[in-house]
């Protein structure tokens, strides 16, 4: 049984190693993607602290819509409450049929603005940004998610029979003591080809279950089957109803000081809040959507308000204290998959497993290519 599975394990790693390094080494660089965007763009996230007010938000919003022209919609906007961070805006078209990133992507650009004097600090081409183009990397290997999201997908599900049958093979063929040292101890002093094998095959069994965990909760965003299998397991078998205001609400055109005073209830409700993000519908009556997350890196602890469009009040909300057994699983998959989920260790881990993982398919080629 454990030839074929060493068959089945050498071939299944040689077919998708590039495939898993990249996405592993981008997974790295992605953990820490918002210290690393601090140190690298200081001039557009920060900015002099003022004594005056921020400007309302639809002035800034109208600021940052016409540095890109009419042509491009502002659909989105993340404000990090602290009193030095610049107002982000967001503009994005995609096109779900494209193929590569250039071709996915119609456009999409951040337009960083001073909320004291209401100034355009730097409008960025994301699909050009760096930080993006690692991200696509990691999520579709900038083909695009047509093509690339599936291949992703399927290489981490490669990834996950690897990690099974790599246990499998680790697993000492006999129940004594120096069999299990000597499958738990890396010897660093040994030749060559021990190293590489130790390297291989120990730091692998050691990054078993995060390494698991990781691999499982990046198919539920490759794909949406594995979204719903996971919420039906949890939920008991029910599928997932989104969680939105009442349908029946007359939709009236959006006004500027609507969302003037939903931004004001925000503010006065979580005034410690971590980030705000506000997505501003396609302004024919859809609520504006506020999203208000409270832990830094945290995805899983957060509100959600829905305001009407046209008067600004209050229409629906929700947390994370109110959603059910399935969709606390699902709200907290991205902290998991990030290592976020505990904080700075967490993420120091996620980063040192992604590297462990990069390693993987490159010791195993060097051990294939001894043995032939």
């Not at 965007?37 to 005056?52: H, I, Q, T």
């Not at 990691?138 to 246990?167: A, E, N, Q, R, Y």
């Not at 700075?344 to 060097?366: D, E, H, R, Y």
Request: with cysteine; charged share 20%.
């Amino acid at each position: 049984m454990k030839k074929w599975i060493g068959w089945i394990h050498r071939w299944l790693g040689l077919f998708s190693g590039i495939v898993i390094i990249i996405i592993s080494l981008s997974g790295a660089v992605y953990v820490f993607v918002d210290e690393l965007k601090a140190l690298c763009y200081p001039e557009r996230l920060f900015v002099p602290v003022s004594d005056l007010p921020a400007q309302p938000l639809a002035v800034l919003k109208n600021t940052a819509q016409k540095a890109v022209g009419n042509n491009i919609r502002i659909s989105r906007c993340d404000i990090y409450p602290s009193p030095n961070r610049s107002w982000v805006f967001r503009a994005m078209k995609t096109n779900p049929n494209g193929i590569g990133h250039w071709e996915y992507y119609t456009y999409y650009y951040r337009i960083y603005v001073n909320p004291y004097n209401g100034k355009v600090i730097y409008v960025e081409d994301t699909r050009k940004e760096f930080f993006q183009l690692i991200l696509n990397l990691h999520t579709d290997l900038l083909l695009g998610h047509k093509i690339g999201k599936p291949l992703v997908g399927f290489s981490v599900l490669i990834f996950i029979l690897l990690l099974l049958s790599g246990m499998v093979l680790w697993w000492p063929r006999k129940n004594k003591k120096h069999l299990w040292k000597q499958a738990l101890t890396l010897k660093w002093n040994a030749r060559f080809k021990r190293l590489i094998y130790d390297l291989h095959n120990v730091l692998g069994f050691y990054i078993f279950l995060p390494a698991l965990v990781i691999a499982l909760t990046g198919t539920v965003f490759a794909f949406s089957w594995m979204d719903k299998s996971v919420y039906a397991l949890f939920s008991g078998g029910h599928a997932r109803t989104e969680r939105r205001p009442p349908s029946d609400i007359r939709p009236l055109p959006s006004t500027d000081q609507a969302l003037n005073r939903a931004f004001q209830d925000v503010k006065c409700r979580f005034p410690d809040a971590d980030m705000l993000s506000i997505r501003f519908g396609d302004g024919h009556g859809n609520p504006y959507d506020f999203q208000i997350r409270l832990c830094p890196g945290r995805t899983y602890h957060f509100h959600w308000f829905f305001y009407d469009s046209f008067y600004g009040t209050l229409l629906y909300s929700y947390s994370t204290n109110d959603l059910n057994r399935a969709e606390k699983v699902r709200a907290i998959n991205f902290d998991l998959h990030v290592g976020s989920f505990a904080g700075l260790p967490g993420k120091i881990l996620a980063l040192c497993i992604c590297l462990v993982c990069a390693s993987l398919p490159i010791t195993g080629f060097i051990l294939w290519r001894k043995r032939k």
